[in-house]
Protein backbone atom coordinates (compact mmCIF):
# COMPACT_ATOMS: atom_id res chain seq x y z
CA UNK A 1 0.00 0.00 0.00
CA UNK A 2 1.01 3.83 -1.08
CA UNK A 3 -0.18 6.83 0.86
CA UNK A 4 0.21 10.23 -1.27
CA UNK A 5 -0.13 13.45 -0.24
CA UNK A 6 0.20 16.52 -2.48
CA UNK A 7 0.89 20.24 -1.23
CA UNK A 8 1.97 23.39 -2.64
CA UNK A 9 -1.39 24.59 -4.15
CA UNK A 10 -2.59 27.52 -4.22
CA UNK A 11 -3.68 31.25 -5.77
CA UNK A 12 -1.94 32.64 -8.72
CA UNK A 13 -1.77 35.23 -11.48
CA UNK A 14 -1.43 34.24 -14.68
CA UNK A 15 2.18 33.80 -15.95
CA UNK A 16 3.14 33.00 -12.46
CA UNK A 17 4.79 29.63 -10.91
CA UNK A 18 3.77 26.99 -8.82
CA UNK A 19 5.91 23.86 -7.35
CA UNK A 20 3.64 21.11 -6.09
CA UNK A 21 5.23 18.05 -4.19
CA UNK A 22 3.62 14.57 -3.20
CA UNK A 23 4.67 12.90 -0.37
CA UNK A 24 5.07 9.23 -0.14
CA UNK A 25 4.80 6.64 2.75
CA UNK A 26 3.74 2.55 3.27
CA UNK A 27 6.47 2.10 -0.01
CA UNK A 28 9.55 3.68 -1.68
CA UNK A 29 8.24 5.26 -4.66
CA UNK A 30 11.32 3.40 -6.90
CA UNK A 31 9.09 0.12 -7.22
CA UNK A 32 6.85 2.87 -8.78
CA UNK A 33 6.33 4.90 -12.13
CA UNK A 34 4.55 8.67 -11.31
CA UNK A 35 1.92 10.57 -12.66
CA UNK A 36 0.16 13.89 -12.35
CA UNK A 37 -3.34 14.47 -12.99
CA UNK A 38 -5.76 17.49 -12.81
CA UNK A 39 -9.42 17.77 -12.99
CA UNK A 40 -11.33 21.21 -13.55
CA UNK A 41 -14.91 22.02 -12.08
CA UNK A 42 -17.07 20.45 -14.96
CA UNK A 43 -14.60 18.47 -17.04
CA UNK A 44 -13.29 14.94 -16.01
CA UNK A 45 -9.67 13.77 -14.57
CA UNK A 46 -7.31 14.39 -17.29
CA UNK A 47 -3.41 13.30 -17.63
CA UNK A 48 -0.63 16.36 -17.43
CA UNK A 49 2.60 14.80 -17.26
CA UNK A 50 4.43 11.25 -15.99
CA UNK A 51 7.80 9.78 -14.87
CA UNK A 52 9.16 6.44 -14.89
CA UNK A 53 10.34 5.10 -11.78
CA UNK A 54 13.75 5.81 -12.32
CA UNK A 55 12.54 9.51 -13.64
CA UNK A 56 14.96 8.67 -16.59
CA UNK A 57 11.81 9.18 -19.32
CA UNK A 58 8.87 11.49 -18.46
CA UNK A 59 5.61 12.31 -20.75
CA UNK A 60 3.71 15.80 -21.05
CA UNK A 61 0.34 16.79 -21.83
CA UNK A 62 0.08 18.94 -25.14
CA UNK A 63 -1.23 21.45 -23.30
CA UNK A 64 1.80 21.71 -20.72
CA UNK A 65 5.04 20.72 -23.10
CA UNK A 66 7.55 23.37 -22.43
CA UNK A 67 5.54 25.30 -19.29
CA UNK A 68 5.81 22.19 -16.71
CA UNK A 69 8.67 19.73 -15.46
CA UNK A 70 7.61 16.87 -13.77
CA UNK A 71 10.94 15.13 -11.48
CA UNK A 72 11.60 12.79 -8.53
CA UNK A 73 13.41 12.42 -5.83
CA UNK A 74 13.42 8.84 -4.74
CA UNK A 75 15.94 9.21 -1.87
CA UNK A 76 13.51 11.54 -0.54
CA UNK A 77 10.39 9.67 -1.89
CA UNK A 78 8.78 12.14 -2.74
CA UNK A 79 8.02 13.67 -6.58
CA UNK A 80 7.29 17.30 -8.12
CA UNK A 81 5.93 19.16 -10.56
CA UNK A 82 6.99 22.89 -11.30
CA UNK A 83 4.77 24.63 -13.24
CA UNK A 84 5.78 27.73 -15.13
CA UNK A 85 3.99 30.52 -17.07
CA UNK A 86 0.87 29.32 -15.82
CA UNK A 87 -2.77 29.91 -17.19
CA UNK A 88 -6.41 30.52 -16.07
CA UNK A 89 -6.89 27.24 -17.95
CA UNK A 90 -4.49 25.33 -15.63
CA UNK A 91 -7.23 25.98 -12.72
CA UNK A 92 -7.76 22.30 -11.31
CA UNK A 93 -7.37 20.00 -8.61
CA UNK A 94 -3.85 18.45 -9.29
CA UNK A 95 -3.71 14.63 -8.20
CA UNK A 96 -0.44 12.72 -7.50
CA UNK A 97 -0.60 9.49 -8.69
CA UNK A 98 1.63 5.72 -8.63
CA UNK A 99 1.37 3.10 -10.99
CA UNK A 100 2.85 -0.42 -11.95
CA UNK A 101 3.69 -0.12 -15.02
CA UNK A 102 7.42 0.86 -14.26
CA UNK A 103 8.05 2.79 -17.82
CA UNK A 104 5.33 5.49 -17.02
CA UNK A 105 1.76 5.81 -18.27
CA UNK A 106 -0.74 8.24 -19.06
CA UNK A 107 -4.03 5.99 -18.66
CA UNK A 108 -6.32 6.61 -15.46
CA UNK A 109 -6.80 2.94 -15.50
CA UNK A 110 -2.82 2.14 -15.01
CA UNK A 111 -2.79 3.93 -11.79
CA UNK A 112 -2.58 1.80 -8.17
CA UNK A 113 -2.67 4.78 -6.11
CA UNK A 114 -3.89 8.27 -5.81
CA UNK A 115 -3.27 11.02 -3.09
CA UNK A 116 -6.31 13.61 -2.53
CA UNK A 117 -5.37 16.57 -4.31
CA UNK A 118 -4.32 19.88 -4.32
CA UNK A 119 -6.28 22.90 -5.23
CA UNK A 120 -4.36 25.21 -8.29
CA UNK A 121 -6.06 28.58 -9.20
CA UNK A 122 -4.72 30.52 -11.69
CA UNK A 123 -6.79 34.42 -11.85
CA UNK A 124 -6.69 36.87 -14.98
Known amino acids: QVLLQESGGGLVQAGGSLRLSCAASGRTLSSYAMGWFRQAPGKEREFVAA????????YYADSVEGRFTISRDNAKNTVYLQMNSLKPEDTAVYYC?????????????????WGQGTQVTVSS
Open 51 to 58: ISSSGSRS
Open 97 to 113: AASRYLAGAIEIRKYDY
